[in-house]
């Protein structure tokens, strides 16, 4: 990739809004919601507004991948960044605003959006579900993945996806 890149002169902007992409996510006590993230463009700073999937926030703090607090963070650069109102997922896009009321604005919109989309069922159909199941009506059960880390869910959803049973099958939400 490195040969590739040198011989098609491949070069990111970086002084530019940043945007990236969030590899990882988490909680961790004493910080808050933790997440990675690969800058694909552009300078990332300590104090930026942004915005990542359906969440918003300010950079507390950026920390690379040695462990080292830093000020900033340049395209290529994988870092970990505090100041979350909220968990994203991995895969989200990461892109600074100008203000803090345009990211509200937009992480609302997509939490609403998400909202709207969400396959999660209510505990009454559930009841419906497991009823349905006894009686032999359906052949798949919804099922919810917890981890501590997004990225670790996707391999255990992997995984699970992996099982196969002629009985009933698995409908991951």
Known sequence: IQLQSE?????????????????????????????????????????????????????????????????????????????????PQAGDEFIVTQDESRAREVAEFRSRKLKKSSPIPSSSSMEQMFAKISDGETEKVPLLIKADAHGSSEAIRNALEKIKSEKIGINII
């Open 7 to 87: 011989l098609l002169d491949l070069k990111s902007a970086i002084d530019c809004v940043a945007e990236g992409v969030v590899v990882e996510s988490k909680v961790e006590k004493g910080k808050g919601s933790v997440a990675t993230i690969l800058i694909k463009r552009g300078t990332l700073k300590t104090g930026d507004i942004f915005v990542a999937g359906s969440e918003w926030g300010r950079v507390r703090a950026l920390v690379n991948d040695q462990g080292i607090i830093v000020k900033s963070a340049s395209p290529s650069c994988p870092v970990e960044i505090l100041g979350f109102s909220g968990t």
